[in-house]
């Protein structure tokens, strides 16, 4: 039997309150993050990382002082290494021959590191290894900054073996049932209050990086229509709701992709209409969603005068989300390719270069 490894790719979050500032530093010393040369954007990085570290410690605070990122990345990882050992294991499922797997975490701004995470792979000594970032949309700020370290980490290592990755998943079947098995019904929960509008939030990126050609926010819009498309398959159509894309977490003086989600929620409040928020471009619970989404923001929809607000859960740990991840790492395991793009619907048009598969069938 070969051995299969598979590294699972996140942001990564400070574990208590003395790693906050340090996290934040690594966050803006990635150059993906802020594209200036070094020692300059050292010093940048130590200074933002200073600036916003008490405003960061009273976040976590709210979550018990650290981020619970890298226990709901555990999760998911022996959820995936399940079954992936069911399924994988005799064979049937690819046309290689069967696969012993370990599914490994590395994550890219704290611990545990990318370093971390070659190491253990090198002595599992696997026969292939499937990189799998936990970022269904791709973008040089994740997903790319994410593979490229893993790549810089792994020749310093001389770690050799054959990889694929999986670059991105927007319109994957199994995520999208997780999404929009769970929105059917709180759509009809919020129905008591007049016609909901459905908030589709992902993580904001300044213009100039879209600009640039990174295909991320093409691919959130994808992702959020292909929801739109399954709940219509399922019987709730756009008579029952409507919905907008839109992106929070913006930080700096920069212009970002919009619209924001605080304005979508002040103009929701100023329709009176009830909310459903769903974090589209998160696959598990951290500050963005426990926090930002959950207190700051029904906060903000409470001020402003929405009468429902409701926020769906990330995917976590859903039987079809797992069961899709399965399915991709599955097809890179036997791809020729090394990196493998997974999922129904358009692949990326030349329009966006920043993509690994403009130019390629």
Request: net charge neutral.
């Amino acid at each position: 039997m070969k051995r299969l490894a598979v590294v699972l790719f996140n942001l990564g979050g400070p574990d208590d309150q003395a790693a906050v500032q340090p996290f934040l530093f690594n966050l803006f010393n990635d150059r993906a993050i802020i594209a200036l040369p070094q020692p300059l954007r050292w010093v940048v990085a130590k200074l933002i990382s200073s600036r916003r570290a008490p405003v960061a410690r009273e976040i976590y605070r709210n979550l018990g002082g650290g981020s619970p990122l890298l226990k709901n990345t555990q999760a998911q990882a022996q959820a995936l290494e399940e079954r992936l050992n069911e399924t994988l294991a005799d064979g049937t499922a690819t046309e290689s021959p069967a696969w012993q797997t370990r599914v490994f975490i590395a994550m890219r701004y704290w611990h545990p590191f990318v370093e971390a995470a070659v190491a253990e792979v090198k002595a599992f000594a696997p026969d292939r290894v499937v990189l799998l970032p936990l970022y269904p949309q791709y973008s040089t700020t994740t997903s790319a900054s994410s593979l490229k370290s893993w790549e810089a980490a792994a020749r310093r290592q001389g770690l050799s073996v054959g990889s694929a990755s999986v670059c991105c998943y927007p319109r994957q079947s199994g995520f999208i049932e997780a999404v929009a098995e769970g929105l059917a019904r709180l759509i009809e929960k919020a129905r008591s209050q007049g016609r909901p509008r459905v908030l589709f939030s992902a993580h904001g990126l300044p213009k100039k990086i879209v600009a640039a050609g990174d295909p991320y926010q093409w691919q959130v819009e994808e992702t959020a229509a292909a929801v739109v498309d399954r709940l219509a398959e399922a019987g709730t159509g756009t008579a029952d709701y409507d919905w907008v894309v839109c992106y929070q977490s913006r930080v700096g003086p920069l212009e970002w992709i919009g619209p924001a989600t605080d304005e979508e929620i002040r103009r929701a409040g100023h329709e009176k209409r009830p909310l459903v928020v769903v974090p589209i471009a998160f696959v598990s619970e951290h500050s963005e969603t426990l926090v930002e989404l959950d207190i700051e923001y029904r906060d903000l929809a409470e001020a402003s005068g929405v009468p429902t607000y409701l926020r769906l859960p990330t995917v976590d740990c859903h039987p079809a989300f797992i069961g899709g991840l399965s399915a991709a790492v599955g097809a890179a395991a036997d791809s020729d390719s090394r990196v493998c793009r997974v999922g129904e619907g358009r692949s990326c048009s030349a329009r966006w270069t920043a993509c690994p598969l403009v130019g390629r069938a």
